[in-house]
């Protein structure tokens, strides 16, 4: 890949992460909690993607980003109180932002005008009444910056060169050489510099006698370092907050200006680089206000940021909270994958290894037996660590929710609060990417047709504002997520009504209150009378309710009128296992997904009827219910097994019709790992995938759906699915 | 990819690795060949034609095993031990090929591979490329390419 193509993708990722924490930090404020620590999170990240579009001259993205970060400025410095007036103006701003961000990633146009009504907002909130800014000689302070979006461009960079201190100033030296890694993670000294002027009074020395002649000079080196005699009256802490942002990746000595007036070190035009070290450690010596913070920092710059520093300990939550204390790595999900599909074997392996020690018939209490239990207990170990790799929290789907909610809730004109549960919850990486859509399309409804209208929810003595409620939670092995909304409840008489007026049910039909509500699951299904934006095309629940079985998972509902409707998905952790029943049927060992059996059962010679020609019934508990057998359908015998010598798997299939499987016997109940039939041959009509068993030998999954369909549309010929076409060709 | 009917060059010998079906003997170009394995039971496939055995497990990946003699018209054979797996790439995928036994690796130039005569059948002439004649035994050069059916005619 072009390398600069490959740091525009780490430059989105690093977005997502970015908007993601920004979001989180708004709701967070908007929910009270307007700590500096979240304050100054929020702003990191709009000062973050603010810096890295920057760097790719993503000048829209930059203006916009500003105007922002001017408003969060304001918030941080105090100028700002976060009402909710101004929290709303900012989290429709994150939007805007996180618009931009996708659309300089992916092209396309943003709402211009929206980004243009949303920078008046922003700029209205800077400019708004302000006790005047603390510090009166404050130079270019983003609140200043009124005019227009071209203005910020070109702030003037103003420092008080000269000025005497004022009488309650200290004098400060303060020693400044950015690294490398610096610039590279998009800071710039001068901005830092002029942060520094802010606060007093500043003499700038540059110290450039490290910069090598040309042919020598490293393009992304770092040369330059600065000494600013500072005069303020600010504390060192509000300094050392100047390079907060950049600790770790600069050698950084704040100490006090010993009683020398600032002017006395002007005359330091290139001093060079070990005197300037000695006379900071000699500073330092002199200097009891700040031990042991630069002289080691100087001599040694800290490598990890997560290493306690002396300088901030009476900031003990910063290490807890801030992102940057958690080491991490980006790695590429292909060898993630490699190496999941190498503990898979190894799993195997082992338990092959196993069953051929018993088959030796080895006793139990043998070394070797004993060597290959320990063996066992390791392997399930790195497989729960391998699979933990992708595990990741949903919140990363779960906070693209709030901006759907604002979005549907203004749309629909219905005022909605929503909460969240469980976000740290984690899950297999490609159960969340596959999330996202139904999670959405079912707030879309909760909000839409859940939810009733302010006055209709007013009469019926509930507060204005709707709640729909996200939540996740682990459950025996398995994601539960909720989606609940305190609405109306589903309207029975209204869903069947439709249903029949669309023919999904015969008008006499006699239907439990559940089953009912099941029908919204049916494809084709809609009640929404009009046609809207945001749901009722008709391909609503039905899809989710695929998608979600398509994951291996399983949705169910509860409504009570005039309380709200519950919406229930569980989902495998992973799906890379799956839990499954080991039956097998004429003569060959096939795999059930766990998730689609209701319960199994052994039936009587009475219970099983034949209907027609070649399709079979089961009467279970007085309903008749399609009978399909394995066997026969796979084509594994020609012969329909007797079903008194078989066993029966009730399962529940798309669009909750049951269906009875009949096996021959049932093996038990395993985790297999799933392994692709497509990539060295093709799909297999009523085959969901392959697995490897104990014995080493190929088992396949069944698709249950696949296999009850065929047949059903096979029943009265031949109960077998179509050849496929291409093996009829040479 | 591996087409052994386009040679790099004229001029180039290629190793061929030559099995036995029955009473007939095939090679294919050893480049294509990743490893030989002894038979071991398949798992049948659900309405798999005839020349499918069906899949086995090789080293955790899922391998179909195609019965060579019965894609080439020949009687399906009744596997046992000695029987061999010739494990084969094919394009992108990785496929089993049952034959009685792999003999052993013929170095023939381009020069010495004839053309298919034309009184074979198209079956035949769907798979092999070339004839060759060794020490006065004929010995049929296969191309793998069409051994499993096309994909995109699965639309079925």
């Known amino acids: ?730 | 990819m591996f087409d052994t009917t386009h040679s790099v060059h004229a001029m180039a010998r290629r190793e061929l690795i030559n099995f036995r079906i029955g009473p007939q003997e095939f090679c294919v170009d050893i480049m294509a060949v990743r490893e030989i394995r002894g038979w071991t039971p398949t798992t049948p496939l659900p309405h798999a034609p005839a020349f499918i055995r069906g899949v086995v497990n090789l080293r955790g990946a899922v391998l179909p095993v195609v019965d060579l003699g019965v894609r080439l018209g020949l009687p399906p054979s009744e596997p046992t031990e000695r029987h061999a797996i010739i494990v084969a790439q094919v394009g992108r995928q990785v496929i089993g090929l049952l034959v009685d036994a792999v003999s052993d690796i013929l170095t023939v130039g381009d020069e010495a591979i004839q053309p298919p005569p034309d009184v074979a059948s198209e079956r035949v002439r769907a798979f092999v490329r070339g004839l060759l004649a060794i020490e006065g035994r004929l010995v049929s050069l296969v191309s793998l390419d069409h051994v499993l059916p096309a994909q995109e005619l699965d639309a079925a």
């Open chain 1, 1 to 730: 890949m072009d390398p600069m193509a490959a740091i525009r993708d780490t430059f989105f990722q690093e977005c997502e992460e970015q908007l993601g924490a920004l979001e989180t930090g708004l709701l967070t404020m908007e929910g009270g909690d307007c700590d500096p620590e979240t304050v100054n999170g929020v702003f990191r990240a709009v000062h973050s993607v603010k810096g890295g579009a920057g760097a790719f001259g993503l000048d829209a993205l930059v203006r916009f980003a500003h105007v922002f970060e001017t408003a969060l400025d304001d918030v941080r410095a105090g100028r700002l109180a976060p009402d909710g007036r101004v929290l709303g103006v900012m989290l429709r701003a994150a939007d805007a932002l996180a618009d931009l961000v996708r659309v300089s990633r992916d092209g396309g146009a943003t709402d211009a005008e929206r980004d243009r009504l949303l920078v008046e907002d922003l700029k209205a909130l800077s400019g708004s009444p302000q006790p005047q800014a603390p510090q009166p000689d404050a130079v270019a302070s983003g609140s200043a910056d009124g005019g227009d979006m071209d203005g910020f461009a070109f702030q003037p960079l103003r420092f008080e060169l000269d000025a005497p201190p004022a009488p309650a100033e200290q004098n400060w030296t303060v020693r400044f050489r950015p690294e490398a890694g610096l610039y590279a993670k998009a800071n710039e000294a001068a901005v830092l510099l002029r942060e520094l002027g802010r606060l007093g009074s500043a003499l700038v020395t540059l110290d450039a006698s490290a910069l090598p002649s040309f042919p020598d000079l490293h393009p992304e080196g770092a040369y330059l370092s600065w000494t600013i005699d500072l005069a303020t009256a600010q504390p060192e802490s509000a300094i050392r907050e100047v390079f907060e942002f950049v600790e770790g990746d600069c050698e950084l000595d704040i100490a006090p200006a010993a009683g020398q007036p600032p002017g006395d070190t002007g005359g330091i035009g290139d001093i060079d680089l070990a005197a300037l070290i000695q006379q900071s450690q000699a500073t330092m010596a002199a200097a009891p206000v700040a031990p042991g913070v630069g002289a080691p920092r100087a001599a040694e710059p800290a490598p990890d940021t997560g290493i306690p520093n002396p300088g901030r300990a009476s900031r003990p939550a910063d290490a807890a909270t801030a992102p940057a204390s958690k080491a991490t790595i980006r790695v590429d999900l292909d060898r993630v994958d490699g190496l999941i599909d190498l503990v898979g074997e190894l799993v195997i392996n082992q338990a092959m290894l196993a069953q051929r020690v018993s088959e030796a018939g080895l006793p139990r209490s043998s070394n070797v037996a004993l060597g290959l239990g320990d063996l066992e207990q390791l392997t399930r170990e790195i497989q729960d660590s391998v699979m933990a790799i992708r595990a990741q929290p949903v919140k990363s789907v779960f906070q693209r929710m709030p901006r759907l909610v604002r979005e549907v809730s203004a749309m629909t004109g219905k005022p909605v609060r929503l909460l969240t549960e469980g976000e740290g919850t984690e899950v297999d990486k490609t159960v969340i990417e596959h999330l996202a859509d139904p999670l959405t399309h079912m707030i879309r409804n909760a909000i839409d047709h859940g939810l009733e209208r302010p006055e209709d929810r007013a009469a019926a003595g509930k507060p204005a504002d709707g709640t729909v409620r996200l939540a996740a939670r682990h459950r025996s092995g398995r994601i539960v997520i909720e989606v609940s909304d305190d609405g109306g409840g589903i309207n029975r008489a209204r869903v069947r009504a439709s249903a029949v007026a669309k023919g999904l049910i015969a008008p006499d039909a006699v239907l439990s209150d559940e089953e009912t509500d099941n029908l919204i699951f049916l494809p084709g299904f809609s009640t929404a009378e009009t046609v809207s934006d945001i749901s009722g095309r008709g391909v609503g629940m039905d899809v989710v309710k695929r998608s979600i079985q398509a994951l291996g998972g399983r949705i169910a509902i509860a409504s009570r009128p005039g309380q709200g409707s519950t919406f229930t998905m569980s989902l495998p952790l992973t799906l890379a296992v799956l839990d499954g029943m080991v039956v097998s049927a004429g003569g060959q060992t096939l795999v059930t997904p766990l998730t689609a059996i209701i319960e199994t059962l052994q039936p009587r010679t009475g219970d099983v009827h034949s209907l027609g020609s070649g399709a079979t019934v089961i009467a279970i508990r007085g309903t008749f219910i399609p009978l399909v057998d394995v066997g026969v359908a796979l084509g594994y015998r020609a012969e329909p097994l007797d079903p008194a010598r078989g066993i029966t798997l009730l399962i529940e299939n798309e669009g909750c019709a049951r269906a009875a499987l009949l096996v021959d016997a049932i093996q038990g109940q395993r985790q297999v790992v799933i392994k692709s039939l497509e990539a060295n041959y093709r799909r297999v009509p009523g085959v969901a995938a392959a697995t490897i068993l104990g014995d080493g030998r190929v088992a396949l999954i069944l698709d249950v759906d696949a296999i009850v369909a065929a047949s059903r549309s096979a029943a009265g010929q031949a109960p077998e699915f179509t050849p496929a076409a291409g093996f009829a060709h040479v």
